[in-house]
């Protein structure tokens, strides 16, 4: 079923009960949505797109998905062999080995975390804009939307990478002969950043790689404390 007539008013109550804070925004994205339901997220038979019950789930996964955000370490059991190379490749106590293991595990819950707060930082700087975030997943290979300058009712959708070789070819697929704007923040193959690209000229010049470090340390220092 399409969205009905009446999407944003049920955005709009759906997400009165989850967080007023959040109306404007959320509302903003079921519009977007019932004019382009090829990005909306997959239903289910007891949520069919566009129903009450599909809207309040959108509701609850935008509003948790910006919830302040916490390093979680993997909780999948190291694979045994790992610290057997290590030792083999290098000289090194088993003491050395064990805080080289926990590093390890924290590096790549940071990995993981790193996306999730690039699109909070560039949310910080680009919502007081006109953008919205979209998030919680609450759209499929958008990671931004904007209605557009013009008044012409189009919209502008941003998809944000955090490096240039992290796109899989789902995302190609859904962006390629649309108007999705792409945009990623390092290089895999040789050092520094790309905010001077960012595609909203506006906004790029409040953008960069020592404030958004700046705003890192702030997350994570107020998030997860020690």
């Known amino acids: 079923m399409p969205f009905p007539a009446n999407a944003q008013a049920a955005a709009r109550a759906a997400m009165e009960d989850v967080n007023p804070d959040l109306v404007d925004p959320f509302a903003t994205v079921v519009e977007f949505l019932s004019a382009n339901p090829e990005f909306a997220p997959k239903a289910t038979k007891a949520a069919p797109l566009g129903s009450n019950a599909y809207i309040g789930r959108l509701a609850q996964k935008f509003s948790d998905g910006r919830a302040a955000k916490q390093l979680k370490l993997p909780r999948t059991v190291q694979d045994p062999i790992i610290p057997v190379i290590m030792g083999a490749h290098g000289n090194f106590a088993p003491e050395e080995l064990q805080k080289m293991q926990t590093a390890h595990a924290i590096a790549m819950a940071a990995e993981n975390l790193t996306g999730d707060l690039l699109?909070?930082?560039?949310?910080?700087?680009?919502?007081?804009?006109?953008?919205?975030?979209?998030?919680?997943?609450?759209?499929?290979?958008?990671?931004?939307?904007?209605?557009?300058d013009d008044g012409s009712g189009d919209w502008k959708i941003l998809q944000i990478k955090n490096r240039d070789n992290?796109?899989?070819?789902?995302?190609?697929?859904?962006?390629?002969?649309?108007?999705?704007?792409?945009w990623h923040r390092t290089?895999?193959?040789?050092?520094?950043?790309?905010?001077?690209?960012?595609?909203?000229?506006?906004?790029?010049?409040?953008?960069?790689?020592?404030?958004?470090?700046?705003?890192?340390?702030?997350?994570?220092?107020?998030?997860?404390?020690?």
């Open 166 to 182: 992290s796109e899989n070819s789902s995302s190609r697929s859904v962006r390629e002969g649309t108007n999705i704007l792409k």
């Open 119 to 148: 699109e909070d930082y560039i949310a910080s700087k680009a919502e007081p804009t006109g953008w919205v975030q979209c998030s919680g997943y609450t759209t499929k290979k958008a990671d931004f939307i904007k209605r557009a």
């Open 187 to 226: 290089f895999a193959r040789k050092e520094g950043s790309n905010w001077h690209n960012f595609p909203d000229t506006q906004l790029a010049p409040q953008l960069s790689e020592q404030d958004f470090q700046a705003y890192v340390v702030q997350q994570m220092t107020s998030n997860n404390p020690t």
